[in-house]
Nanobody
Framework: VQLQASGGGLVQFGGRVRLSCAAS?????????VAWFRQAPGKEREAISC????????YYSDSVKGRFIISRDSAQNTVYLQMMNLNSEDTAVYFC????????????????????WGQGTQVTVSS
């Protein structure tokens, strides 16, 4: 099983970028829980968005709510994170994680719930 996170880079303040999490050897369809985490220098890894269950229930942390959108494309076996109105606080390494279990939103933000992790992609927001 491999998760490949991509799409990061240098983005201007107020700009947007879309991250992708592509899977091989594992299905990211509606039966899977998929989450995005990020880790900024000197800070702990935090869950910022999750999508879980057949209903596509989503979760966003307060820090990204209203600016980020998580979505999945089962045909492409990929989960996306559309990031908008970026600011310096969004500078971090972004990781995607997946699990075959359908976690309820109340626990879907816990890193320990995920069996598979991508390698991370750096997003740097320039002012």
């Amino acid at each position: 099983v491999q998760l490949q996170a991509s799409g990061g880079g240098l983005v201007q303040f107020g700009g947007r970028v879309r991250l992708s999490c592509a899977a091989s050897g594992f299905s990211l369809d509606k039966k899977a829980s998929v989450a995005w985490f990020r880790q900024a220098p000197g800070k702990e890894r935090e869950a910022i968005s999750c999508i879980t269950s057949r209903l596509g229930t989503t979760y966003y942390s307060d820090s990204v709510k209203g600016r980020f959108i998580i979505s999945r494309d089962s045909a492409q076996n990929t989960v996306y994170l559309q990031m908008m109105n970026l600011n310096s606080e969004d500078t971090a390494v972004y990781f995607c994680a997946a699990d075959s279990r359908q976690w309820i939103i109340g626990v879907a933000g816990q890193a320990s719930r995920y069996d598979y992790w991508g390698q991370g992609t750096q997003v740097t927001v320039s002012s």
